[in-house]
């Protein structure tokens, strides 16, 4: 039979010390980790939950909430007219924005790449519009495609045609409009691409032309796979961005539609036609002008889940952006 005492430490033994060091070592490690665990919790984790906990209230700010079970769900799933039409948007938004503007910053940050004189003029030229506020930038470029006065109809029709386009005060053109204004301020995009390109060994494109490879080859077996991280990386925060889209496509929207607006007045999303609302617009409207807080909350889950499914699709390997071995 085992000695039970000759399986106790003997004294001196470093078992103690070794405990105590790895419970040093996870203090100094969750010391070092508390300001993201702060900030995860309070800025990430408590609205969440409170925003699953809102979506089966009945809540006006006012009140006491109380609880409808699924009500809030069926109504923005299945009774809200405008929750249809304000997805269907965003979602384009997202397909259509995001892809041009990847391929317009790639493009302009080959082109700048590629110029030996007056390069700096032109990378200033083309981050300059990045640097306007939102909202300013959003009026500037109503003012250009305005339908009567707009410099850009009246050079259209001073090019011959006739019946120009009237932008954000036509459903079919206005949400290619604000794909346009976000072309517009491409720099921050062009400006990562541009660090992408220069960090290409240039050796590797030495060696591609020896071997009689040509532009496209280049491109497709040299620069793509260096690059393919940092398209990653343009996707997804792209995705992300363009799922919270709301201040573009208001301000666009209430300018075009010619309402004043004071102090006192309600603004209605959507102009023209509801062809650029969003649905971060809709979170708005519900929860801060109808006060119907449960609905806003399940329009922000149902956009929280959208955006961790594109996400978590992109981020996947058979989505082709990223080789095997990276």
Same mark, same amino acid.
């Given at each position: 039979?085992?000695?039970?005492?000759?399986?106790s430490?003997?004294?001196?033994?470093?078992?103690?010390?070794?405990?105590?060091?790895?419970r040093?070592?996870?203090?100094?490690?969750?010391?070092?980790?508390?300001?993201w665990?702060?900030?995860?919790?309070?800025?990430f @984790?408590?609205?969440?939950?409170?925003?699953?906990?809102?979506?089966?209230?009945?809540?006006?700010?006012?009140?006491?909430?109380?609880?409808?079970?699924?009500?809030?769900?069926?109504?923005?799933?299945?009774?809200?007219?405008l929750?249809?039409? @304000?997805?269907?948007n965003?979602?384009?938004?997202?397909?259509?924005?995001? $892809?041009?503007?990847?391929?317009?910053?790639?493009?302009?940050?080959?082109?700048?790449?590629?110029?030996?004189?007056?390069?700096?003029?032109?990378?200033?030229?083309?981050?300059l519009?990045?640097?306007?506020?939102?909202v300013?930038?959003?009026?500037?470029?109503?003012?250009?495609?305005?339908?009567?006065?707009?410099?850009?109809?009246?050079?259209?029709?001073?090019?011959?045609?006739?019946?120009?386009?009237?932008?954000?005060?036509?459903?079919?053109?206005?949400?290619?409009?604000?794909?346009m204004l976000?072309?517009?301020g491409?720099?921050?995009?062009?400006?990562?691409?541009?660090?992408?390109?220069?960090?290409?060994?240039?050796?590797?494109?030495?060696?591609?032309?020896?071997?009689g490879?040509? @532009?496209w080859?280049?491109?497709?077996?040299?620069?793509?796979?260096?690059?393919?991280?940092?398209?990653?990386?343009?996707?997804?925060?792209?995705?992300?961005?363009?799922?919270?889209?709301?201040?573009?496509?208001?301000?666009a929207?209430?300018?075009?539609?010619?309402?004043?607006?004071?102090?006192?007045?309600?603004?209605?999303?959507?102009?023209p036609?509801?062809?650029?609302?969003?649905?971060p617009?809709?979170?708005?409207?519900?929860?801060?002008?109808?006060?119907?807080?449960?609905?806003?909350c399940?329009?922000?889950?149902?956009?929280? $889940?959208? @955006?961790m499914?594109?996400?978590?699709?992109?981020?996947?390997?058979?989505?082709?952006?990223?080789?095997?071995?990276?």
């Amino acid at each position: 039979m085992t000695n039970p005492v000759a399986l106790s430490p003997a004294p001196g033994s470093p078992a103690p010390a070794l405990r105590r060091k790895h419970r040093r070592a996870r203090l100094r490690t969750l010391g070092f980790l508390s300001p993201w665990l702060v900030g995860f919790s309070v800025f990430f @984790a408590y609205p969440l939950l409170a925003t699953v906990y809102f979506s089966f209230m009945h809540y006006n700010q006012i009140k006491e909430p109380t609880f409808v079970g699924l009500r809030n769900w069926t109504y923005v799933l299945t009774q809200m007219p405008l929750f249809g039409p @304000a997805l269907w948007n965003t979602l384009w938004l997202v397909v259509v924005m995001v $892809a041009l503007r990847v391929v317009f910053g790639l493009g302009i940050g080959m082109l700048v790449t590629k110029i030996k004189t007056g390069a700096g003029l032109f990378r200033t030229a083309f981050y300059l519009p990045y640097l306007a506020p939102p909202v300013a930038a959003t009026v500037a470029f109503v003012f250009l495609l305005s339908p009567g006065s707009g410099p850009v109809n009246e050079i259209l029709s001073a090019v011959g045609i006739d019946s120009p386009p009237t932008w954000f005060n036509d459903p079919a053109w206005a949400k290619p409009s604000l794909v346009m204004l976000s072309l517009w301020g491409i720099g921050d995009l062009m400006v990562i691409f541009m660090a992408a390109l220069l960090d290409v060994p240039k050796e590797q494109y030495e060696a591609a032309e020896l071997d009689g490879a040509g @532009a496209w080859a280049r491109f497709r077996y040299v620069t793509w796979p260096s690059i393919t991280p940092i398209v990653m990386f343009a996707v997804v925060t792209g995705v992300v961005q363009t799922m919270q889209y709301y201040t573009q496509a208001l301000v666009a929207g209430k300018l075009a539609s010619g309402v004043s607006i004071g102090p006192g007045t309600v603004i209605q999303p959507g102009y023209p036609d509801h062809a650029t609302l969003t649905v971060p617009q809709l979170v708005y409207s519900l929860g801060f002008q109808n006060f119907n807080t449960g609905a806003a909350c399940v329009l922000s889950l149902v956009l929280f $889940a959208i @955006a961790m499914a594109f996400t978590t699709l992109l981020m996947r390997r058979r989505a082709g952006l990223l080789s095997a071995e990276d």
